[in-house]
């Protein structure tokens, strides 16, 4: 008898097992096809570009490496290390090609919209959390498709705040050196989110612990999270110290703080629109297509709205955590996530408040759409009634954003035979053609102030320590640096843009107006270098090719 009934609690035992089981297969299922249709879906961008000059920076630093440089050492960066190390191993494995980067960015976009279904899921149902993912699919990534360590470090936060959300679930040891490798990574790929990131994750388990009452962090969770944390550190200041480089790359991470803000200060929400631009959207064209232009760029104006919902909700979810009305495992989860959110608002803040850095952070403000779509905790009569319009509008505006950005990738048919691959543009471009012409790979080729991409689609070499250089940002010690490589190596060929300033009142409208006027570096280029060619980019822009003036054109 006895034997019967064990025989009979195991297979309750084994059912109730394989009920638990069978959801956990399906949702493994969804986020595997999920992440394949995000990736496919990504690769229809990996040819496709503006030749935007912020996206040569880790490529170039990528390509440094490779040839036995090593960061803040042999050239100049305001970066962590993470994003130029994991790009030059891509580059080692796989092949040294702008294809390869960009295979990289899919995958990272297409991980960070799996992490958001993810997320949203836990409160949400499973419509309204692929809602959420497919939009961080086709909104967020293509919004700057860029090989950037913007992106990387992304994914690394989503990942963070997944194994913060975990470790409060299930207090277990793993979850929390998860957490604190995460969050130390995060900072290595990018400093600022990644503080923001360890701000809101204190912020958050604080909140959960002292007004939730929840015992997180005993002495075997803590020594977990703290080796977890440390060890990235361990390992950077490790290799940084063997090349004897470590007080300048300490320097150089902290160089932001006193250079980088006062040029890229902007308003909350910045759209940086030009004057053509707004005129384009706004005023040109027949009504009809007039509003059809706000609807698509609309998203980019409730994007930045988001965050500030976030702080919102942190607080009202922190003054309820104490009435148990809602399970501690949800209350939790508000909490953690919203605090994270307010602490990576304060890194928007603090670098620059524009649209572009809001929309760096988009598969986690996505998380927050899907609560004011579906999440039951926060139903309301008002937002029953509501919500099937508010859903309908995100559908159509964010749509018609992805759209746009779909057709203008699809759209491009100008082809660029690079040294590191093929190239799409919507508009020719001449400047890759005539150096590639003119100027053997391997050779220098100084691009001021900067474009950084030039040199890595040429596979040219800048001969300064500085691929990025912004008059405004950067110092006149600096400048005079550029200048004294150009006098010690000889460089014999610029790419001069003498129409930088035009950029500034759009981008960069907090750079002192005399750094513009007075700019050692170009009036050296002026005295120094002949005009050979006026040069066009793909995003019209105007580049002169220089040589020096003792020399020919070629």
């Known amino acids: 008898m006895r034997s019967i009934v064990d025989s009979e609690s195991q297979n309750q035992v084994t059912a109730a097992d394989g009920e638990a089981s069978s959801p956990m297969r399906s949702e493994f299922a969804i986020g595997t096809a999920l992440f394949l249709f995000c990736v496919a879906y990504l690769f229809a961008f990996r040819h496709y570009s503006s030749l935007e000059p912020d996206e040569g920076i880790v490529l170039a630093g990528a390509e440094r490496i490779l040839h036995g440089e090593v960061p803040y050492r042999d050239f100049f960066s305001f970066y962590t290390p993470g994003s130029f190390y994991l790009v030059a191993l891509l580059f080692r494995v796989f092949g040294d090609s702008l294809t390869v980067a960009r295979t990289s960015l899919a995958v990272t976009g297409a991980g960070c919209s799996v992490i958001t279904y993810v997320l949203a899921h836990r409160v949400c149902s499973r419509a309204i959390a692929l809602f959420a993912a497919l939009l961080a699919t086709i909104t967020a990534v293509p919004y700057r498709f860029l ?34 490798s995460l969050a130390a990574l995060t900072i290595l790929f990018e400093q600022s989110k990644g503080a923001g990131l360890c701000l809101g994750l204190a912020v958050g388990f604080l909140a959960v612990r002292v007004l939730g009452r929840a015992f997180l962090f005993r002495r075997s969770r803590s020594a977990a999270f703290a080796a977890g944390f440390l060890w990235p550190f361990i390992v950077t200041f490790a290799y940084f110290g063997s090349q004897r480089t470590i007080t300048v790359m300490l320097q150089d991470w902290l160089w932001p703080l006193r ?164 190239v799409k543009t919507s508009a020719k471009d001449t400047v890759v053609e005539y150096i590639q012409a003119h100027v053997p790979a391997g050779k220098e080729v100084l691009v001021y102030p900067y474009l950084p991409l030039y040199n890595y689609l040429t596979a040219t070499r800048s001969p300064s320590r500085y691929d990025y250089f912004q008059p405004g940002m950067n110092t006149p010690e600096q400048a005079q640096e550029i200048i004294a490589s150009l006098q010690s190596h000889d460089v014999r060929a610029i790419l001069f843009e003498p129409w930088f300033a035009q950029k500034f009142a759009n981008s960069w409208p907090g750079t002192p107006l005399s750094t513009i006027v007075k700019d050692p570096v170009a009036d050296y280029i002026v005295r120094n270098y002949h005009v050979c060619q006026v040069l066009n980019s793909a995003s019209n822009w105007r580049f002169e090719y220089r040589v020096r003036k003792d020399m020919l054109c070629p």
């Open 259 to 422: 250079h980088y803000t006062e040029a890229n200060h902007v308003v909350y929400g910045w759209q940086n629109w030009s004057e053509q631009a707004r005129d384009t959207i706004f005023y040109t064209g027949p009504a009809w297509l007039r509003i059809l232009k706000v609807f698509a760029v609309s998203p980019g104006l409730l994007v930045p709205v988001l965050p500030l919902i976030a702080v919102g909700l942190f607080a009202y979810w922190a003054f309820h955590i104490r009435t148990g009305k809602v399970a501690s495992v949800k209350t939790n989860y508000y909490v953690l996530v919203s605090a994270v959110l307010s602490g990576l608002l304060i890194s928007v803040v603090i670098v620059r408040a524009d649209i572009i850095h809001f929309m760096y952070l988009s598969p986690l403000w996505y998380v927050l759409l899907a609560w004011i779509l579906g999440a039951p905790e926060l139903y309301s009569r008002v937002s029953v009634t509501a919500r099937p319009y508010v859903v309908a509008y995100i559908a159509i505006t964010f749509g018609l954003m992805g759209f746009a950005l779909l057709l203008a990738a699809t759209g491009a048919h100008n082809l660029i035979e690079t040294r590191r691959g093929l």
């Open 147 to 180: 090989v950037l360590h913007n992106w990387y470090s992304t994914l690394l936060c989503c990942l963070a705040v997944y194994a913060a959300v975990q470790f409060i679930d299930s207090r277990r040891q793993m979850w929390a050196f998860a957490t604190g």
